[in-house]
């Protein structure tokens, strides 16, 4: 169990997807390219048996921004896009409504 001020202290925000590349190297991983509202962030996702870049483009995903930055095949990922797996079903946390990237989670 953590804290509510714990809880507050995660920069959890809706980042919509502008850019996917494939990574060299990689068959599972993507360099994803979200607007979080006031930048953008470059995040290395292991999702590629899932979706298709196609899929992902101008999605509202939701995003952990205040992760520290992980080196993952030589590309630094400034962030953490969440999602589920639950036995073999996969899904990115995506928002129902059309919501402006940078809106706080909360």
């Known amino acids: 169990m953590i804290s509510f001020e714990k809880f507050k202290e995660m920069d959890i925000r809706i980042g919509k997807v502008f850019n996917v590349e494939d990574v060299e190297g990689a068959d599972r991983l993507y360099l994803i390219t979200v607007d979080i509202g006031d930048e953008t962030r470059k995040l290395v996702a292991g999702i590629k048996l899932w979706y298709t870049k196609e899929q992902l483009m101008g999605k509202n995903v939701v995003v952990l921004v205040n992760l520290e930055p992980k080196v993952i095949k030589g590309i630094e990922s400034k962030g953490m896009l969440l ?24």
């Open 83 to 106: 999602a589920t797996l639950n036995n073999d079903k996969f899904s990115i946390l995506t928002t129902d409504r059309d919501i402006p990237a940078g809106s706080k989670v909360s």
